[in-house]
Structure formats: structure tokens, C-alpha cells
């Protein structure tokens, strides 16, 4: 009981973290390679406080770690917390096609549907 507490806990905090647009932004520059505060504040138009607020999140979510080397915090991502967001999308895989798309997910009735449709040529008309 208590352990499906934590993961719930630790679920809703990966969530909270990726759900900003600068913290996903923090996460593909740290997928690319590590790096210091000062050079992720120089990829936003941002304060270095406010950089240091996001890391925090990220941190609490356990989706990065940071390491003193010199006078800097060197930051790198810890991908083990995103699977979680893998096993919860995983349930809407029936959703796309193999090639990834989301056709699925536009109603053919949908008004962009039906024009998409109009411009191809049908098989043997």
C-alpha cells in the first residue's frame, strides 16, 4: 500500500516536471550532453534563477542529478524516471500507425479529414 503511494507520488511528480515547455527543453539539451547551469541559462531568454527553479523540478522528479566540478553544478539526465511516461502513453499505441503517425486520431468526419481524402485518386476509378 505505501509503495503504490510513493510510485503514485513519484508518477505525478515526473508528469509535473515534463509538462512545462522549458523543463522538456532542459531534458533535450541534458539527453544531448551534460552541462552547467550557466550553459543551459544561455539556450533560454531567462534568468539563471529561474533555470535553477526548473532544475529543481527536474531534480524532485529525479529526472536529473548534478555533480560539483570546480565552482559549477554539472547537470545530467537520469531517463530512467521517463519510463514511466512510456507506460502510461503505451496504453494509446493502437492510436498511430506504424510509420508513427496520428491519423487515428482526426474523426473521419473531421472537416480536415474529408479534405485530405478529396485530393487522392482511389485504385481502379
Not at 108 to 125: D, F
Request: glycine share 4%; charged share 20%.
Amino acid at each position: 500500500m505505501y509503495s503504490d503511494y510513493i510510485h503514485m507520488l513519484s508518477t505525478d511528480l515526473v508528469f509535473k516536471a515534463i509538462s512545462h515547455p522549458a523543463r522538456r527543453k532542459i531534458i533535450t539539451l541534458l539527453s544531448e550532453s551534460n552541462c552547467s547551469v550557466k550553459q543551459l541559462t544561455a539556450a533560454f531568454a531567462m534568468s539563471q534563477p529561474a533555470v535553477s527553479q526548473h532544475l529543481l523540478n527536474l531534480k524532485e522528479a529525479h529526472l536529473v542529478t548534478s555533480e560539483k566540478i570546480g565552482m559549477e553544478q554539472i547537470y545530467r539526465l537520469t531517463a530512467e524516471p521517463i519510463r514511466i511516461v512510456f507506460e502510461w502513453s503505451g496504453q494509446y499505441r493502437r492510436f498511430f500507425d506504424p510509420a508513427g503517425h496520428a491519423w487515428s486520431f482526426v474523426p473521419t468526419n473531421h472537416p480536415q479529414a474529408r479534405q485530405t481524402n478529396r485530393g487522392r485518386k482511389r485504385h481502379g476509378r
